[in-house]
Every structure is written in structure tokens, then in C-alpha cells.
């Protein structure tokens, strides 16, 4: 993509997770193609902005603290897996979920697919055509909407991005006991099979964007539900989705 793309908890934790609080910057990418995950479709970091408050986590297992302020009660579990999470006229699959997961870990997951399906949505549309940035206020907080929109005003008009995009969910991680309340989601997303297309409809892949890229992104609840608040890169073409 040519951008890039956040509760409430019980006393839960299982084992493989590494908990330590921690401040994560939003971290995007400039150029063409796609970072794999959401806010910027190449491979550079080139943009952050810090958001206090949240906590980093291993890539497995799952961990929780007390809820307060969530509307998960609505959410079953159950029905939030692969299948009801990908899109297939977009293109997008998710490949897996974490097991065992809660109310509230299932709603962070579903805002987190929802953010980033927004943003490859940006990518796979030629520039200034769709809808834009229009309902980004429903996926993200302003800080990330920001960059995001700054990357898509950047582009050519008629630029796209072209093929499927797999992402598997490898962790989710809420924290009720910081302030603000934060959740973690650690994701692998794989763009590989993805072609870049100028505004005159020339292929200008680049070779040096990577297949895969793990992320890990930040949320927070808002009244409505939860918003990414940033996305950090931990690794290119060492994870599977």
C-alpha cells in the first residue's frame, strides 16, 4: 500500500506473552507499493508520531485485563473468525485468528480488520476516485487519519494498487489496567502477489518492497467502539499469512 493503516479488559493472561508498558510510535512507510499492513503501501519507515499509554507484546498468545468502558458484551466470540472477517470482493483474506479469544479481544480484532480494510481500500482504488478518506474517523484516531490522508493526497491521480492481500491475526493483547485503557494487535501481512500501477496504468512494482511485513498496532476505545492509534513494523519477510 502507499500508506499505512485501536478497551477494556479482564485479569487474564496466558502463557507466551510478554507484557512490558511502553510508549509505541506510529510508524509508516513512503513510496510506492505496499508495507503489507495498512497506513503506507511501501517499505520505508518514514513518518512517526508517539502514542503514550500503550503496552508491547509478544507475537503469540493472548492476554487480558478487567473491562470497563466496551460495548464486547455484543460480541460473540464464535463468530469472529477468518471467514466472516475477509472480503472477498476486496481482495482481502484473513487467514487466521488467535484461538480462545474473549468479547473484547473479538471486538479489537474486528476494529482492527475494519481499519485495515479501509486503508488497503485507499490503495486498490485509483487515487481520486471512491470515496477517499470519507468514515475514516470511524477506523482511526486523528493522529494517524492525518498521515494516512497526507500519503493519499501524495499520490497520482489514477495510482493504484492490484491483487489479494492475506493477513493472519497472530496476537491480541488488551490492557485495562493502564490509563488510557490500550489493546495490541500483532498481525502478519502478506502483499506479495500485489502489483503497483502509475496513473497511466505502467507497472512500477518495486522489487525491494517486501512480500510480507509484521505489525504491530496500537487501539484505543473510543464511546463507539475501538480505533487504531498506531502501527509500529517489526520484521519484513519473516512471517507467513
Same mark, same amino acid.
Given at each position: 500500500m502507499t500508506g499505512v493503516r485501536v478497551a477494556a479488559r479482564r485479569g487474564r493472561c496466558v502463557a507466551g506473552v510478554v507484557a512490558v508498558l511502553a510508549a509505541v510510535s506510529v510508524v509508516a512507510c513512503s513510496g510506492s507499493g505496499g508495507s503489507g499492513a495498512s497506513a503506507t503501501p511501501s517499505g520505508g519507515a518514514s513518518a512517526s508520531a508517539t502514542a503514550s499509554g500503550s503496552a508491547a507484546a509478544s507475537a503469540s498468545g493472548t492476554a487480558s485485563a478487567p473491562a470497563s468502558a466496551s460495548a464486547a458484551e455484543s460480541v460473540d466470540p464464535a463468530q469472529v473468525t477468518a471467514e466472516s472477517l475477509s472480503d472477498e470482493e476486496l481482495g482481502y483474506t484473513v487467514t487466521s485468528v488467535p484461538e480462545g479469544m474473549d468479547a473484547v479481544q473479538a471486538e479489537v480484532v474486528q476494529a482492527y480488520v475494519a481499519y485495515d480494510q479501509f486503508t488497503w481500500r485507499l490503495w486498490l482504488t485509483p487515487a481520486g476516485t471512491g470515496t477517499g478518506m470519507e468514515g475514516a474517523?470511524? =477506523?482511526?484516531?486523528? +493522529?494517524?487519519?492525518? &498521515?494516512? #490522508? /497526507?500519503? &493519499? #493526497? /501524495?499520490? $497520482?491521480? /489514477? $495510482? &493504484?494498487?492490484? /491483487?489479494? =492481500?492475506? +493477513?493472519?491475526?497472530?496476537n491480541v493483547v488488551v490492557y485495562g489496567e493502564v490509563v488510557p485503557e490500550a489493546a495490541e494487535v500483532i498481525v502478519c501481512s502478506d502483499r506479495g502477489d500485489m502489483k503497483d500501477y502509475d496513473g497511466s496504468g505502467q507497472d512500477v512494482t518495486s522489487p525491494e518492497i517486501p512480500g510480507s511485513t509484521e505489525v504491530i498496532l496500537s487501539l484505543q476505545p473510543e464511546i463507539d467502539g475501538w480505533r487504531v492509534s498506531s502501527e509500529r513494523e517489526l520484521s519484513r519477510n519473516e512471517c507467513l499469512a
Open positions: 474517523d470511524e =477506523v482511526m484516531t486523528d +493522529t494517524i487519519r492525518e &498521515y494516512i #490522508a /497526507g500519503q &493519499y #493526497a /501524495g499520490r $497520482q491521480p /489514477g $495510482q &493504484y494498487l492490484e /491483487g489479494p =492481500v492475506r +493477513t493472519s491475526i497472530e
